[in-house]
Nanobody
Framework: QLQAYGGGLVQFGGSLRLSCAAS????????IGWFRQAPGKEREWVSS????????NYADDAKGRFTISRDNAKNTVYLQMNSLKPEDTGVYYC??????????WGQGTLVTVSS
């Protein structure tokens, strides 16, 4: 399973970098996505990156503010989040894109943006 780390409390306009690490799973073999579940809402896709890192995609609200990257040598995927807004608040998860529909899901990390 993939585990997300790096969340916390940040003020409006601040930045955080999330990390996604794998146990018993070679990240390099999969496209990886970041997903967010805001309080009382369904989990939604935020961003994804191809196996080599050459292809990245973002939800409209993340474009220009978030940057996804990966270091396959470290078996880690990152999400740099800048200019954070209160509506970015939620639990952030990472997962292989191929597992996003049915899981399983690992531990997420809570991001709270105060206004």
């Amino acid at each position: 399973q993939l585990q997300a780390y790096g969340g916390g409390l940040v003020q409006f306009g601040g930045s955080l970098r999330l990390s996604c690490a794998a146990s018993g799973f070679a990240l390099a073999n999969s496209a990886i996505g970041w997903f967010r579940q805001a309080p009382g809402k369904e989990r939604e896709w935020v961003s994804s990156i191809g196996r080599s890192g050459g292809s990245t995609n973002y939800a409209d609200d993340a474009k220009g503010r978030f940057t996804i990257s990966r270091d396959n040598a470290k078996n880690t995927v990152y999400l740099q989040m800048n200019s954070l807004k209160p509506e970015d608040t939620g639990v952030y998860y990472c997962n292989a894109v191929s597992l996003a529909k049915n899981g399983p899901w690992g531990q997420g990390t809570l991001v709270t943006v105060s206004s």
